[in-house]
């Protein structure tokens, strides 16, 4: 069985990766003029073929439920965190003007499903779970379009679909859809060395991208007597939301991979990428900042934790990949 010895050297390259990006921009050599295309290079170019790689030839997409099951758990998952946020929005203290209690149920609801989990099931367990994770993205971003926005948004009717459709989830459909059309020996092998070389490329740069945002954030995070946000934002985050995950892992029958998945997920931090969502679509963009940045110091310790937790419910053969 995975030990939390074994746990915390997956989880600190990352955390690692990240500390560089922090500090490559404070030092100047990874610049906010450059966010701009490598931010388009990683959307539009390396996670699509790192999710191409990741699906075409994947056997754990021979089982139906591994196509149909993670997307909806990723969408009640997501929206049992808004809830619980929702319901714990007293504990963030203060004023409730300007959409501050509806940002913090959004941003606490929405794990970060990205460039953390993905090199944390790579290094943990195996390709099939890296694929199941992709496709379980999809709901999260659902929830996170649909129920998400129209929560910022104070319950007006919102269209999301424009945004739902990017570039992974396009990639995501795809490869689903080639996955099923032709075998991976099929595809040249020359195609496939470059698909899989562009596709390495997006964790670490991803990564980087996020590390380099903290820094950005850093200096807006307000002075001290707003503790009461982060606070709740990690008790929800990082300790009400993880045994609802590992609750589902227990109760349901769910194939390996989607255990796997939601054990992961269960033990991330709050998203990044609703901070830009609370900017521009009438939220607080402040609150987002706290809720993102102190659950993400939080999970430092968090992390390790609650992965080695969901590890020893999996059991030995199930988290062993």
Not at 295 to 307: D, F, K, Q
Request: net charge positive; glycine share 12%.
């Amino acid at each position: 069985m995975t030990g939390l010895a074994e746990v915390f050297n997956a989880v600190l390259p990352v955390l690692g990766v990240m500390a560089a990006g922090f500090a490559f921009r404070r030092v100047g050599w990874l610049t906010e003029e450059a966010d701009r295309s490598l931010v388009k290079l990683v959307v539009n170019v390396l996670a699509p073929a790192l999710i191409l790689d990741s699906i075409l030839g994947n056997a754990a997409f021979t089982r139906l439920d591994n196509l149909l099951v993670p997307p909806l758990l990723g969408f009640a998952t997501t929206a049992a965190g808004v809830g619980l946020g929702w319901l714990c929005r007293g504990l963030t203290g203060g004023p409730a003007g300007a959409g501050r209690l509806r940002t913090f149920a959004f941003c606490v609801g929405v794990c970060n499903y990205g460039y953390v989990p993905l090199p944390l099931a790579q290094a943990l367990f195996d390709q099939r779970t890296v694929g199941v994770l992709f496709v379980t993205n999809m709901g999260v971003e659902i929830a996170m379009w649909w129920l998400g926005l129209s929560l910022l948004r104070g319950g007006q009717r919102v269209s999301f679909w424009k945004n739902l459709l990017s570039p992974p989830v396009v990639a995501i459909l795809g490869s689903l859809a080639l996955n099923g059309l032709v075998a991976r020996g099929q595809v040249p092998a020359a195609v496939m060395t470059g698909v899989h070389m562009l596709g390495v490329c997006a964790i670490p740069l991803g990564i980087l991208l996020v590390g380099a945002t903290m820094a950005d954030l850093m200096p807006d995070l307000g002075p001290a007597r707003h503790w009461r946000v982060i606070a709740a934002a990690c008790f929800v985050r990082l300790g009400l939301c993880p045994p609802v995950y590992l609750a589902l892992v227990w109760l349901l029958p769910l194939s390996p991979e989607t255990e796997r998945v939601l054990v992961i997920h269960g033990a991330m931090p709050a998203a990044v990428f609703p901070i830009i969502m609370a900017r521009h679509y009438g939220g607080d963009s402040a609150t987002a900042l706290r809720v993102v940045l102190g659950t993400s110091v939080a999970g430092v310790v968090a992390i390790p934790l609650w992965i080695r937790a969901g590890l020893a419910l999996l059991g030995p053969e199930a988290a062993a990949g």
